[in-house]
């Protein structure tokens, strides 16, 4: 094809779009394609849109196709997809017979074209009467060869997952026999699985409104096809296949099945949002969908927002045109943020969740403090192993409500600005040091051993000062009790640890601090055992003829089911935040980098504490940033109501 000439885009009008049908004519390779333009309203043009993942940015190798007897590129997973769609046309001709593909059916190169095409992706998929997944074909061409065979078995793996679970096999609690025709498949097999279970269509931000807004939805993998209730089933618990007892039939050892815990089924539960007719309203709905698309991959930021855009553009109306002329992703995402923040009205809990995803670790400059960065938004981004103090939330009983005042809100007068209504109640004066990183899994390498006693050494250390400076060290005044202690420490989420009771608690806490001080005069032994050894020193059989020794490491090193190591594993919650203490005596956390003199605040209707820090002032206006959500003992459960604190209109930027 080196002397065919490039295929030239002709322009198309307001509601045009390009169907492609393919040229038997001139080949039967799936490799010479008719493009034609045809208007999205006139409803006799019947076509299949296709879904699929475009190439990664590591792998952009293009490969050519004939278009109209000229020269066009396209990736190779479209590349390789575009025979099997040439041999179905006679297939789908009764419901359909022409496609349309974004990546030909669009111009890549016309940036206003492809603005405009966008605006019409929703038309386009609900106007389809078929989308077909593309999941593209398997690594190795004997894998691909085993996929008719791997589909047969997806009834047979949602069997397992039902049964296991009902066995009471959660995470990290083993391996477990699975029937024999998934145990003792091979790595072949199951390699084939594989590439439907962990195939990476379902992280992609883009596909996830090609099919929430499908009429009809078929999986394809090469001339395979795949019902959309059985992948949906079977994507659902497919994390649970890393604790099989899979064998290889060659060595009869046992693989492990490396399955990703990424929730794959998020399309399926945004396609029930998008077609939800309840009462929620649509800026909710959105809300919900950019929370569930916060792991899913893009390759630019603005598909964040654009990729969301195109599910509910409709609803939104002419107020949504201001998001197409962007001119900088922090202008975009606080226009969107804005959109949804005047549109929502804090009516449901969906808008505390997605201004808590403004507190993630890691955000571009020149947001509002209230604006989450949406690219920077995926578990790496995320304040571990609690990203927010919802997530907090949904382990206590009875679940905290800082605040029932009668919510407000408001834009303010400049761009960026929004007005909340509540009270201004307390002010921090000790900031505390992070909680230290501490992984109860010891990794391999030549000094895991001694990582894992430094970073245990450094988390009793961290306790126990504490402990000195909130309840023994300070001043009598300014002392805390033990049970507000305890509490904050764990946020209140007591049946991690042991029983409901705060006495039961204080005393294992007791338990911890004194084996954490028999560990630390222990440590230095340990130490130097460490260094001339290539494993745990603990590990050693004669480190110490002491069986009390023994199970002051054992307390924290293996039995997760006591008390002890479940404290210290809990001390963990908290990270990613800061211990602070308030002027008015007050205990609690909130994300790190909190500083003296920063602000306690409970909005009206908010589920909890925040923490705000003051801004430069403006034109007279007193206006405040957002430190994070937080957790201030005495402040949980409405007690803000009842004090004696006026309400306020606060100007957040």
Request: glycine content about 6%.
């Amino acid at each position: 094809m080196t002397d065919v000439q490039p295929f030239v885009y002709d322009t198309l009008s307001a509601r045009e779009i390009r169907l492609l049908t393919p040229d038997t004519s001139v080949s039967e390779s799936g490799l010479h394609w008719t493009i034609t333009k045809v208007n999205i309203d006139d409803l006799s043009h019947r076509f299949i849109a296709l879904s699929y993942a475009w190439a990664t940015l590591e792998l952009p190798t293009m490969f050519p196709i004939n278009c109209n007897g000229r020269q066009l590129w396209v990736h190779q997973n479209l590349y390789t997809a575009l025979p099997f769609l040439a041999r179905r046309v006679g297939a789908e001709r009764p419901l359909a017979a022409a496609y349309w593909i974004d990546a030909i059916c669009i111009n890549q190169e016309d940036d206003v074209e492809k603005v405009s095409q966008i605006r019409l992706m929703s038309t386009i998929y609900q106007r389809a009467k078929k989308v077909l997944v593309w999941l593209g074909l398997a690594l190795k061409p004997e894998w691909q060869e085993l996929i008719p065979q791997a589909i047969r078995l997806l009834p047979l793996l949602v069997e397992e997952y039902e049964r296991t679970q009902a066995l009471g096999w959660m995470l990290g609690t083993g391996v477990v026999d699975v029937d024999r025709r998934l145990s003792h498949l091979g790595r072949d097999g199951w390699e084939a699985i594989l590439h439907l279970l962990r195939n990476d269509y379902f992280h992609r931000v883009w596909i996830v409104q090609e099919l929430a807004l499908a009429e009809a939805i078929t999986f394809l993998c090469g001339d395979c096809e795949i019902d959309p209730s059985l992948m949906e089933k079977v994507l659902h618990r497919s994390f649970l296949v890393r604790h099989w007892a899979i064998f290889d039939r060659d060595t009869l050892e046992r693989m492990r099945i490396q399955k990703d815990f990424h929730l794959d089924t998020v399309v399926f539960t945004i396609r029930e949002v998008v077609k939800y007719s309840g009462d929620e309203g649509n800026a909710h709905q959105t809300i919900r969908i950019a929370n569930l698309l916060a792991d899913q991959v893009c390759f630019t930021p603005q598909d964040r927002v654009l990729g969301i855009l195109g599910m509910v553009e409709q609803e939104f109306g002419d107020a949504s045109q201001v998001l197409h002329d962007y001119r900088s992703i922090p202008e975009l995402y606080t226009q969107f943020s804005t959109l949804l923040f005047k549109a929502s009205g804090l009516t449901k809990v969906h808008w505390w969740y997605y201004l808590s995803m403004a507190f993630n670790k890691t955000r571009i400059g020149g947001l509002p403090s209230w604006v989450p960065d949406l690219h920077n938004n995926d578990t790496s981004s995320k304040r571990q192993p609690r990203e927010s103090m919802l997530q907090f939330r949904t382990n206590v009983h009875p679940p905290w409500q800082a605040s029932s005042g009668k919510r407000h809100a408001a834009l303010g007068r400049r761009s960026g600005e929004i007005v909340l209504r509540g009270k201004l109640l307390d002010v921090v004066n000790v900031v505390h040091p992070e909680v230290p990183f501490f992984s109860t899994i010891v990794p391999p390498g030549l000094t895991s051993g001694l990582t894992w006693i430094a970073a245990l050494v450094s988390l009793i250390i961290w306790e126990s000062n504490l402990a000195d400076a909130v309840l023994f060290c300070a001043p009598v005044e300014h002392r805390i009790s033990e049970d507000t202690y305890l509490r904050t420490l764990f946020a209140g989420i007591y049946q991690d640890i042991a029983s409901t009771t705060a006495q039961s608690i204080r005393e294992i806490w007791l338990r911890f601090r004194d084996e954490g001080q028999k560990f630390l005069r222990l440590a230095p032994r340990l130490e130097e055992l460490g260094r001339n050894i290539e494993t745990n020193p603990c590990d050693l059989p004669d480190w110490t003829e002491s069986d009390e020794e023994k199970v002051t490491v054992n307390n924290f090193r293996h039995d997760v089911e006591d008390p002890v190591c479940r404290f210290m594993i809990s001390l963990t919650f908290t990270r990613d935040r800061q211990m602070i203490n308030t002027r008015d005596g007050r205990f609690g956390f909130t994300c790190t980098g909190v500083q003296p003199g920063d602000v306690v605040c409970v909005f009206n209707d908010s589920v909890s504490p925040y923490v705000l820090r003051r801004a430069e002032h403006k034109d007279g206006d007193v206006r405040y940033k957002f430190v994070g959500d937080a957790y201030i003992h005495g402040l949980m459960y409405g007690e803000a109501d009842g004090m004696n604190v006026a309400e306020e209109d606060i100007l957040l930027v």
